[in-house]
């Protein structure tokens, strides 16, 4: 029997697993390592070791309708993508406004998690725990992993030849904060994903050159997208998902790269992706296509070699006097704490997960890995039902299929979309969430909203595909779900 959960990290994943623990009668003990809520959106002036690190003018890619706590909207007057100061604020007020505060023991640190010498028959973990130099064991029945996904910088040196002989300052871009001592020097970016393209185009203001190198391209989108509407709301919808099922491979990714190639041609800026039709996660830059057009960044092939003062790219060109390289080449999935690293990488060194969340080969499935999982659509209504299925998970209340079926669709789902070290869970959005509502009866019904809800109906099917949907009905349903689908647009236009 499932009653005390230890929760790892107190950002948006930690507070949605602090809150379904509670509404599901369980007792969360969360701890966290700063002292404060927010994970990755806690703003600090310099990176801190084990702690996601983001750089002072970070802003949304998704939007307030797509990425809220699917029961706690944004108020009303909130701008449509939010600078972190601001999504801070909101998270502050989701853990006050639901009394999630008084589970959290900050300035905590997790230095092991390990099973029980018993743990084929009860299931249950010893947590060690640090605070104030003193060390802690408590015996859990359940542990939550929310310590997020971009704590430990990937750094791929072995890549690059001739690294140690470069001359110049290089660093991660978790490192990177603001722009204006680079003022004036010549900065090369490698990594052409949201942080690199955020990074590039920042520095471009300042810097006297900026070269951004790309291994393979990506689809650079909008925020702003067809008539000055949020990308997601237009591009996230239950229409649009069931269009891609039913029509021809072919031409759904014909209809995909037009779309894409809509605003600018990516060919022409040399930031097409090696696979035209690939559906990886789309760069979010509303700057990036103007900044190329002026000449203050320029789009490079990967890098061959570095030199003392210079580097070698792919197509041959050299670029001399390089003053700063800024490595945006994303992050490794790490759990330090974990006694036995096999029990999340449990094939190849690989993320081994169920739905991304449950490792398939223990005998008792009482770990949760929370917010892994990447897809199109926000990280928040993400967690949030991720937390809520483990939790059912853990109570019995969700049945889990046979190991030989798990890993089954580990290989369908996730394993065929793994990419780069294996360590990136990409899925389709609105597919996954609807597996995981089903298997907890919290899925929308289309056919009961066309009858009893019509004008509901329509806007769940070919409206946003908003986190609200998901509290409409079944457990841990939300009164104001109907209201808040019905008002959506208002909130955008407002």
Known sequence: MVRRVAVVGAGVSGLAAI??????????????RSDAVGGLWYYTDKAEEGRASIYRTVFTNSCKEMSCYPDFPFPDDHPNYMHNTRLQHYICKYAEHFGLLQHIRFKTLVTKVRKRSNFSVTGQWEVVTQRDGKEETTVFDAVMVCSGQQAYPNLPFADFPGIEKFK????HSREYKEPEKFRGKKVLVIGLGNSGSDIAVELSTVASQVYLSTRSGSWVMRRVWDNGYPWDMLVVTRFQTWLKKILPRALSDWLYVRRMNRSFKHENFGLMPLDRASRKEP???DDLPGRI?????VIKPNVKEFRETSVLFQ????????????FATGYIYSYPFMEDHSIIKSRDNKVTLYKGIIPPQLEKPTIAVIGLVQTLGAIIPTVDLQCRWAVKVFEGQCTLP??????????????????????????DYITYMDELASAIG???????????DPQLALEVFFGPCTPYQFRLMGPGKWSGARKAILTQWDRTLR
């Open 315 to 326: 197509d041959g060109t050299v670029q001399d006097d390089i003053d700063v390289v800024v």
């Open 293 to 297: 057009a002026c000449g203050v960044v």
């Open 402 to 427: 046979p190991v030989s079926e798990m890993m089954d669709d580990i290989d369908e789902k996730m394993g065929k979309k793994q990419k780069g070290n294996g360590t990136v869970l990409q899925t």
């Open 442 to 452: 919290v899925k929308p019904s289309m056919m009961k909203l066309l009858l009893t």
């Open 168 to 171: 110049g300052c290089y660093f």
């Open 283 to 285: 760069v979010l830059n």
């Open 19 to 32: 809150k379904c623990c509670l509404e599901e009668g369980l007792e969360p003990t969360c701890f966290e």
